[in-house]
């Protein structure tokens, strides 16, 4: 089945730098690959996410980068404000309703 | 946009005793919805996928005796936690596809005393 990693565990940046979250993922069958961002006891909300026919997608200040090839993706949050601080997941499905897999997560602290 | 809700957010129950968790989707229909279970700190790992209409598939590793789960409908899904033990406390999230995008029920936190 799928497997998705994830790193870093922990992220840490000053306000106004970028931060970046990598994950890899081992299905090659995966074609959907979105992002969430969960706060404390809240649930997951997706900000952003990319399928497996586009290279780069990018909404305002988050961008998501795929390398098929490699079976890379990747997070990239510009200008980072505190009320960014929020544990982030990857994930990786196959499109149409099959089960998403996360990542470990990643616990991004935005100093300001 | 889409809605998926989960009752109750919150649970404590005696350990032994069970307890059920309902997730609805509000405005659409779901034929899968998907369990998972969120320790402190860590990841959310999928439990077993609900299937309307026939048993649900349930990962490895879970125990599909003790956690129950029914698809009566194309809107309601429900996980029974049976005999639950202070191990089973734990926070409980249900997910539903909609045109390929995963909307996540509010989550049910379940202590076991």
């Known amino acids: 089945g799928e497997n998705v990693e994830q790193h870093p565990s922990t992220l840490s940046v000053q306000e106004g730098d970028s931060a970046v979250i990598k994950c890899t993922y081992s299905?090659?069958?995966?074609?959907?690959f979105p992002w969430y961002k969960q706060e404390l006891g809240k649930r997951p909300q997706l900000i952003i996410d990319?399928?497996?026919?586009?290279g780069e997608k990018k909404d305002q200040r988050i961008a998501v980068t795929l390398n098929k090839t490699a079976k890379h993706f990747s997070l990239h949050i510009t200008e980072t404000q505190p009320e960014d601080s929020a544990v982030y997941f990857c994930?990786?499905?196959?499109?149409?309703?099959?089960?998403?897999?996360f990542g470990a997560g990643t616990r991004l602290f935005v100093k300001a | 946009g889409a809605v998926v809700s989960q009752h109750p957010s919150r649970v404590i129950c005696k350990s032994g005793t069970s307890v059920k968790i309902e997730c609805r989707s509000l405005?659409?229909?779901?034929?899968?919805m998907f369990w998972y279970r969120q320790f402190p700190k860590q990841s959310l790992m999928l439990m077993a996928t609900?299937?309307?209409?026939?048993?649900?598939?349930?990962e490895q590793g879970v125990e599909k005796d003790k956690f129950l789960i029914n698809h009566a409908s194309l809107t309601l899904s429900t996980l029974t936690v049976t005999s639950a033990h202070p191990e089973d406390s734990s926070f409980y999230i249900c997910?539903?596809?909609?045109?390929?995008?995963?909307?996540f029920g509010q989550g049910t936190r379940l202590t076991v005393v």
């Open positions: 997910s539903a596809i909609r045109n390929t995008e995963a909307f």
């Open positions: 299905d090659s069958a995966s074609n959907y």
């Open positions: 990319i399928r497996s026919n586009v």
């Open positions: 994930a990786a499905s196959i499109q149409g309703g099959f089960k998403t897999i």
């Open positions: 405005d659409f229909q779901a034929t899968t």
């Open positions: 609900s299937n309307e209409g026939s048993k649900a598939t349930y």
